[in-house]
Every structure is written in C-alpha cells, then in structure tokens.
C-alpha cells in the first residue's frame, strides 16, 4: 500500500513538471495555480518565523490535539470498547502531544509555571512549620498526627528514626520532606521535558530553515523546487521498499 501510494505521489509530481500539455485544461491550470499560490504563502511565513513563534503556534496545537486525542480516548472506551493494541497506540499519542504542550510550557513559560506551581503547592510544603508553631503557641499536638505516617514507614523498612518531641522540630522537618518531594519532583520533571521539548524544537527548526534554502534557491517557484525535494526523497525510500 504505501508503495502505491508513493508511486502515485511521483506519477503526480512528473505530471506537473510536463507543465505545459497539463496545464492546457484551465482547471488543472487553475488548481496547480492555486496550489503554487497558497504554498507561496505558506513558505513566506515559515521564512519570516522565529523558532520562539513556532513554538507558541506548536504549542497551541499541541493542545488542541491533546484535547481532541483525550475525547477520542473517551468516546471510543465508552462505545466502541477497542482492543488493547489499538487504545494503547491511542493512548502514547495522546500521551506525546499532551507532554508536548507541557514541555514547550515548562521552558519559554518557565518563571510563570513555576510561579504558578509555587503558588499552588506553597501551603502544601509550610503548613506543617505552621503547624508546629500553633502547636507551641497553643500548646496543641497536631505535629504528632504528622509524624506518624513516618514513624510507621521507618518501622516497616526497619529504619531507626531519632525521637523528635519538640512541636517545631517535627513541623520543620514535615516541610522539608515535602520541599525535598517538590525538588525531587522538579528534577525529574526537566528531564522528561528536555527530549521531548527537543522534539518540538526540531520540528519547529527544520521547516523554517527549508524553507528558507527554498526561498534561497528560487523565491519565485518554491513549489516546484519542493517537488524535486519530494521527488528525490520518494526515489531514494522507493529503492529501499
């Protein structure tokens, strides 16, 4: 199949590098005339881009796919009950795209996502320091509560854990677990976001700058010069199938 469809694709392209004896139809000519016109366009603008726009407008699509791939998601486990082979490869999609707009989020926008994390998690990670403080003001143990999860997991990994009695100490060190929890966290979340932000970065790099070889070549006829970059790429898949 996808053999046919690539000799189709250099059937069509010969077809229009004859030029003259097609274009005698006025709607072939009109068609291909359009054609030229709108990718004319499309090469001006990806000429004029910046990898930054190009990430915002990635970005943005991302998004929308990941919305549009989460309903497919939805729509198909509720009605159609596919196979596991199928909701998975569904699934990895919707997974990439939605790590995409993250991704691209996380690094341009980063002093905001951040600032929007802190904001979001900063209670999380001081109220049990507040809670200690309360606690030695008001001479209330709720640190104790707190404590207690951790006690029992040193005790199932058989792990000695200094006694702490002092309502302050224990609420520092609560909130120094949970700070360390968003290090931790924060770490790990830059290391899944470089490759995929990579990705994007690439996708984003490798039409402009084609773009800009084409327009270097001949800024009058990109269309076709595209063509012999499709041609030849075709020829070459073409010898390896």
Known sequence: MLKIALTLIVVLISVYWVGEKARKNLKIDAFLSAIEGHYSKLNNRLEDATTMSGLRFLRRLYGWASVFLFACLFVFQRFFQPTPANFLHLFWAFGFTFMGWFSIKWVIDHKNTVGEFSRNNALMIFAPLLMGIFDLIFHASFTEIL????????????????????????????????????????????????????????????????????????????????????MFVISVWLTRL
Not at 192 to 218: E, G, K
């Open 147 to 230: 404590l207690l999860p951790f006690q029992q997991a040193a005790a199932t990994l058989h792990f000695n854990m200094p006694e702490i009695s002092n309502p302050l100490a224990i609420g520092g060190a609560v909130s120094l677990v949970f700070l360390a929890f968003f290090g931790i966290y924060y770490l790990l979340t830059w290391a899944v976001t470089v490759p995929v932000f990579l990705i994007s970065v690439f996708a984003v790099v490798l039409p402009i700058r084609f773009a800009r070889v084409l327009a270097q070549i001949d800024r009058n006829n990109t269309f076709f010069w595209l063509t012999v970059f499709v």
